[in-house]
């Protein structure tokens, strides 16, 4: 017998064995294995699905992370607009009331100012009328020192008196 050259023989034997190698496995081995597979295709199915729902979900995220962004800056924007309009407003009230005080410093000042010259005036013809009493009071005593110079004095006094 020759290795080479197949036998009818051997050959119907071989093919029976695997006929009932074939049959065995589908019977017991077959239906496990391709559960198995069927199991494992559905998990990595399950796990895409999810992982898409994940992608999904994160693009949602994303798109609800950048809405909030934007409101924030809309709102940190406003509140800096207010804020700038509240420091104008406190600046400019600051300024109206300091120019409303200095205004009413220099009326004040005016006012003392002027009233402090009036004064000065009246202490100066007070002093003017007190320096020209006593100068006419030398200047009558000079003139009615001897009574020739008193009955002069009458006399003009007389003729002004006639004449007015």
Known sequence: MDLITPEVGLFFWQTVVFLVLIFIM??????PI????????DSINNALASAEEARKEMQ??????????????????????????????VINDAATE?????NKIVAQAQVTIENEKNAA????????????????????????????????????????????
Request: net charge neutral.
């Open 121 to 164: 005036m009246a202490e100066i013809k007070n002093q003017v009328a007190t320096l020209s009493l006593q100068i006419a009071e030398k200047v009558v005593r000079e003139e009615l020192s001897s009574k020739e110079k008193q009955h002069k004095l009458v006399e003009t006094m007389l003729e002004d008196v006639t004449l007015n």
């Open 98 to 102: 300091a120019q409303l005080k200095a």
């Open 60 to 89: 949602n995220l994303q798109a609800d992370n950048e809405k909030l962004l934007q409101e924030a800056r809309v709102e940190r924007d406003a509140i800096l607009k207010e804020a700038r309009e509240i420091k104008e407003k």
């Open 34 to 41: 391709l559960g198995a597979v069927k199991e494992r295709e």
């Open 26 to 31: 589908a019977k017991f081995a077959w239906k």
